[in-house]
């Protein structure tokens, strides 16, 4: 009990360090893309994710490390849930506003680059091939191009966009070595506080006889993403859809990538070849979930108030039967 108690401790102690440490690391990022030749909207958009994501690698990473390939898989599926929880929760708060009728078509491309990953990891997950180029994976390696290929692709895309962002930004250089010691040094506060979140969740998960997916793909997906709720919640109630979707797509992208880049660290196979049933039906349900934001963006209109909240309540309502399924297998 003592143990146990303790053990819950550290878990708590770690996630409020790891989401503070989080958000600092985006104000961060965001002073390091506008004030250097970063300026450039994907640029920005890419330093900000692994800001926000950091926790998530860590996490991810730290499990592949000790071997435990739910929470390192679950951690990656179950923040992409958690992050849609959180956009069309939030949503259902501020609904008077009906945002999601006055978003920007521009996140089709992200949204597709977001499926087409979520197939790969499906893919992977259904074959469970065991085919690996020193300790990684084959899905590991196509996701990894797909996701470096489609960032480059949607780069272009969007060149217009980034011409005229980097006009707007001061160049000045002022007071980016602080800022940049400053960002490394709170990384490596996540790289710590996001290893004694596996650490200790690993253990949770044998003290309390809680399964390691529902640790890893609930508990520990909830705390390390934290940090991206709190930009929803921020980016909705400045009414800005567009920063919501956008920061929730580009999470989720990297969420995914996440989990290529913990395969190398797991040294038993390939955490592909690992993964349990219940892993697998949460990425489809991710799939499914995305499909649905890309459909809701690009609404125009509703015929009344419960049309527009039915696809929010469609996800909220799934998520928690998500987590009332993994409770009870």
Known sequence: MIITLTLGIIFVIAAIISAFSAIKLSTYADHISRETKLGGMMAGTILLAVATSLPELTVSISAGIIGNVDIAVGNGFGSILFNFFALFG?????????????GAKHHVSTGYLALL???????????NTSFSIFHVGLTSLVIVAVYVIGLILISSLQKKE??????????????ISKTLIKFLLFSIVILVSGSALSLSGDRLANETGLSATFIGSILVAMASSIPDALS????????NINMAVGTILGSNLFNILVIAISDPFYQNGTLWQQANDQ??????????????TMLVTKRNVARNAFTYMAPSLTVVISYIGVVVYIVLS
């Not at 990953?117 to 893919?123: D, G, H, K, R, V």
């Open 279 to 292: 892993l697998i039906i949460l990425s489809v349900i991710g799939f499914l979930l995305t499909i649905i």
């Open 117 to 127: 990953l979520s197939i790969i990891t499906m893919f992977g997950l259904f074959t």
């Open 232 to 239: 929803v919640f921020t980016a909705l109630k400045l009414a």
């Open 90 to 102: 939030l949503d259902l708060i501020f609904r008077k506003k009906q945002l999601f009728l006055h």
């Open 162 to 175: 980034n011409s005229e962002i980097r006009e707007q930004t001061t160049n000045s250089g002022k007071g």
